[in-house]
């Protein structure tokens, strides 16, 4: 284990490694909802089985968070992110070779299983190799993996879907995985709290576990804010390019990739702007990343319903990009909360938590709800709860905001 500083040059190594395994995290995540009409098709499914091939995913990964955040604070980080790396690699294409319904639900429950060992060591292991001053753009950095692996799902999915079938898609984006395991495996694994001052760097004893982070009001405010946000997102996620399929006519490839160029751009500026912005307000006010993420979710509400209601497809696309640059100014603030309000011996067990709160009650369960209201009322009515569960998003920001001074460490 490294004890002592490490240097700058090296510090963004770690960060290149760790943003390449988080990228493919979210192609090998996104790619089914790009061939969800194909699967459908293919398999004859309806759109409450068609939902639940993406919820599954998501109780796998929030159900063994827990276990991979308590290990995480047990053992070498870095080896556990990258053998969950390797498994989620080949989960992926293991679906290239699924024939029917239950073995692609199957092997999408193992890629849940290798993506949750990585997601809840990862931020912890950034935030001991760099200060917290500047935790928030680092993170955003980190985090940009969301819309560009993302939109590179989408984009991978749509064009190997359209011209080779859905199989080549999971085959072919799970082969990088394999490679991105290396150099993840061989990263020198950090001290908890290796950037934190004296006072912060106290180590808290897991004998209570989870226990201890329900009377943290802050990280339990701001993870109910990340859930909402998480239903609306997830819902968005796995339905859009099927909403564009169907309402507005775009065939599979060019509904993914303009689906994909939209988010990917929006994706990357929004992140950016929300860890530059939110690093700039917390400096002088402790409340800043918190004011950033609820009025970046107050100007999305508006937004987002009427990319959902307009019947002009450039509209849409339009207001799409809009919203999803608001919503993504929150990804780095309200993660670097959690960061900031946690001891560095409980974080892995901090995201392992919110990871499951999150999944739980958010995209684990938005995709199956949109999809059983489809079926019933159609794709465009079941996803108008998405913009009311952003504005749920931005309500538990701005009350998060009245706790944050007294919890931050």
Not at 112 to 125: D, Q
Request: glycine share 10%; with cysteine; net charge positive.
């Amino acid at each position: 284990m490294n004890n002592r500083p490490v240097s700058l040059r090296y510090s963004y190594y770690v960060l290149t490694v760790l943003f390449s395994a988080n990228l493919l995290n979210y192609i090998d995540r996104q790619v089914i909802y790009a061939v969800f009409p194909l699967i459908r098709d293919d398999l004859q499914l309806t759109d409450t089985a068609l939902g639940t091939l993406g919820s599954v995913f998501m109780v796998c990964y929030m159900v063994s968070a827990p276990l991979f955040g308590w290990l995480g604070d047990r053992m070498r980080r870095l080896r556990l992110a990258a053998s969950g790396l390797l498994l989620w690699s080949v989960a992926t294409g293991a679906a290239g070779f699924s024939n029917g319904y239950w073995s692609l639900l199957a092997a999408r429950t193992m890629v849940g299983l290798g993506e949750a060992s990585f997601g809840t060591v990862s931020p912890g292991v950034l935030a001991d190799y760099f200060s917290r001053a500047s935790r928030g753009k680092i993170l955003s950095l980190f985090y940009l993996a969301i819309p560009v692996g993302s939109a590179l799902g989408y984009l991978a999915g749509g064009l190997l879907g359209q011209h080779f079938g859905w199989h080549a898609a999971f085959l072919v984006v799970g082969l990088p995985g394999l490679l991105i395991a290396i150099p993840l495996w061989l990263l020198k694994e950090p001290r908890r709290g290796l950037s934190d001052g004296p006072a912060e760097s106290r180590i808290v004893s897991g004998a209570k576990g989870y226990r201890q982070f329900l009377s943290n009001r802050s990280f339990i405010i701001n993870t109910l804010s990340m859930t909402a946000m998480t239903f609306a997102l997830g819902g968005l996620a796995q339905w859009f390019p099927t909403f564009l399929y169907r309402l507005h006519g775009l065939d599979v490839a060019s509904g993914n990739v303009m689906f994909g160029l939209v988010t990917i751009v929006a994706g990357i500026s929004g992140t950016l702007a929300g860890g530059w912005i939110g690093d700039h307000f917390q400096k002088t006010n402790v409340r800043g990343y918190l004011f950033v993420s609820g009025w970046g979710f107050l100007i999305a509400v508006p937004v987002a319903f009427f990319a959902l209601t307009t019947d002009s497809a450039p509209a849409c696309l339009a207001a799409t990009f809009a919203a999803e640059f608001f919503l993504f100014l929150s990804t780095g603030p309200l993660n670097t909360i959690i960061i900031n309000v946690t001891a560095p011996s409980m974080r892995a067990m901090a995201f392992a938590l919110n990871i499951f709160v999150i999944h739980a009650l958010g995209d684990a369960i938005s995709p199956v709800i949109i999809g059983a209201l489809s079926d019933i009322s159609g794709l465009r009515s079941a996803l108008m709860i998405t913009p009311f569960a952003i504005l749920i998003a931005a309500g538990f920001s701005f009350y998060c905001a009245r706790y944050i001074a007294a919890d931050t460490l």
